[in-house]
């Protein structure tokens, strides 16, 4: 069965003060619809990722606020996996297709976190990790800097060599309208920003962000209205222990490896088929270990591709985050995935405007949930 | 595709002071190994019903989190939906048999709140209401309430009528060791206990509970290692919106009619068939209206019909909420929509002890969430 990417749309990602959550959910799914060329009748059921709007809104039971939005009292879910939820509400959707209970569904990601203290969007954010890390005093970037340590001790990566991958991706994302930072950064930049873990820095980190997207999804060819549509052909989650204690290693994130290679044997593709792939930079160790875990990269070449010019326009091999990434896209959490696999499904489709992929036919789309506690891979393909 | 119920358990429910969330899990998730005659390595996913984990005891990300207590990294998923968590997390489950990427599969759902205070409680379960019902200081009671006073006063149903609902409901938990009240209540003590929303009592009003319930469905018969194992035959959801502003009327849960005559259809059965039921009685009016709107009384007469002696052992008809119900049982959240499928499962297995339905062969489970925003139906058969 082919699941085809009917239509789709990216709000803005930013500090979006001005709007509501439903406000900004209704606009991406109109406009979605709009792309798809269908009308709200024909959605099935809606499927919903998000991580905070209980703790930070006191708004739970999202699948029926977000359905009468659509103005649709269809079956709808909401699927919570910290920063993982679009991916894997995405995941359920499909297997609400292959198994023939629903034609045509709506996913809908979305996050709203700037209206809120930054303690508390911290504090909520740590509900992702472990009793034992929050118990620690730990936060995200905490974490991700005992693995950013761990790494370049390891693979004697330096503090420069780490940078080069959020410079890439704020030069993608100068090309991306919708991205919350389209400013240009250099390496002394980031050297130079504040410590915020060390040894991670301000601009190793991605923001705190508002936005939403939302994705057509179907298994009926009729329901296509646009021509060029891709189609996902692997929806894979790997699934790892909540907090770092547990994990066999500080340098693989086990459960992107585990994904990906079941994705890579469903699809009988190889990383080296990847043309164009969006991976989760939620800081730069994370892309790092990204690169190496989905195969992109040889185990600690990750940094080191980076820094030598590889993963971008006009090199060979993938271009990584074309959107800018986590890191200047933006990271609305529950939005993330979805938006991710919505940039490769319009790089597919030759919408990718100024940052288009030449000729991309296959591509990628790697969401991970907490510090590697779940990863979703998606691959697509034209 | 058959969806059998390998094996399940489902822990005490109550106060339960002295065991953490994961123990908890642990036990139950165990148990039900145990029952199915399976090992651990058997379970290919897992999901997870939970609502109020990240409100109360800031830890989200539990697909992971019970992952680790199950001891296996297999892909896994939390669905969120209140009150429903546990019957929408179900029919998540059940679509992943249904695709073929899953055979096996262990449903978890859990609820931890007598450990927290009793006002953080009641605000967390307010935001399964919308942003106008907690703006107006309304509670679950209070909306229950206007729902109750609509129906007394269209049908002339007394509070003493209404009453007998708790009475049966407490009368049929005195046979389930697992009960978080067995003691016998009369009409006269529902009368006179305190007012909660006027009119509904204390004792019209389920409890704040801890519990948990784990069952293992499968598609693969080389999995089922006991006998006389019952089968999942229809999982059908209903979604309205979540205010009671906006419903149709207040004296119809439309989600619950919507999702009943999707599964009646599905498995071409009528109301009439059903032998035994668990209904979501989480106040007395709301199994009233659930016997009207799953087809079991007729409009009006649910109420009525329960005074008159039906919807119990030794009546002719369903035997409605074997277990105690919400009210009598317990309803520790996320728990109650996998517990009342279990209820109905081991009344088709004749594992009812001494409150089996006699002869049941086929029967219902109906979880609502919110105050009817969300509502799932699992017809199960033997």
């Known amino acids: 069965m082919n699941i085809f990417t009917a239509g789709y749309a990216v709000s803005n990602f930013g500090e979006l003060w001005g709007i509501s959550p439903r406000s900004l959910a209704r606009s991406v799914m109109d406009e979605a619809l709009v792309h798809s060329g269908l009308e709200a009748g024909s959605i099935d059921a809606l499927f919903v990722g998000n991580m905070l709007s209980g703790v930070l809104g006191n708004q ?22 910290a920063c993982a939820s679009g991916g894997v509400a995405l995941h359920n959707a499909i297997q609400s297709l292959l198994a023939g209970t629903y034609k045509t569904v709506l996913v809908l990601g979305i996050e709203k976190m700037t209206d809120h203290a930054q303690e508390e969007v911290l504090a909520g954010l740590m509900a992702a990790g472990s009793d034992d890390e929050r118990g620690a005093g730990l936060t995200f970037a905490g974490l991700y800097a005992m693995m950013a340590r761990s790494y370049m001790e390891k693979y004697h990566v330096s503090e420069e060599d780490l940078a080069c991958i959020p410079v890439k991706n704020h030069k993608h994302a100068k090309n991306n309208p919708k991205a919350q930072f389209r400013s240009q950064i250099t390496v002394e930049d980031v050297i130079k920003s504040a410590r915020i873990a060390d040894p991670l820095r301000l601009l190793d980190c991605s923001p705190i962000s508002d936005g939403a997207a939302a994705i057509i999804i179907t298994a009926d060819k009729k329901m296509l209205k646009r021509k060029n549509i891709s189609s996902i052909t692997a929806s894979e989650v790997g699934i790892d222990s909540v907090g770092l204690a547990k994990r066999v290693s500080l340098l693989t994130i086990q459960a992107s490896v585990d994904a990906s290679e079941k994705a890579y044997k469903k699809t009988q593709l190889k990383p080296k088929d990847m043309q164009v792939a969006e991976v989760h930079d939620c800081f730069s160790i994370a892309e790092a270990l990204a690169l190496e875990d989905l195969g992109f990269s040889k185990k600690g070449r990750g940094a080191f591709d980076v820094r030598d010019g590889k993963m971008t326009f006009g090199a060979t091999g993938v271009v990584v985050n074309p959107s800018g990434g986590l890191k200047a896209c933006g990271h609305p959490v529950g939005a993330t995935g979805v938006k991710q696999v919505i940039e490769i499904a319009l790089q597919l489709e030759r919408d990718g405007g100024r940052r288009q992929v030449e000729n991309a036919s296959v591509g990628l789309a790697h969401n991970v949930g907490g510090s590697g506690a779940v990863s979703t891979v998606h691959i697509l393909q034209i």
């Open 60 to 81: 739970e039971n999202l699948a029926s606020v977000y359905a009468e939005v659509l103005g649709r009292n269809v079956p709808s879910f909401r699927l919570e996996a």
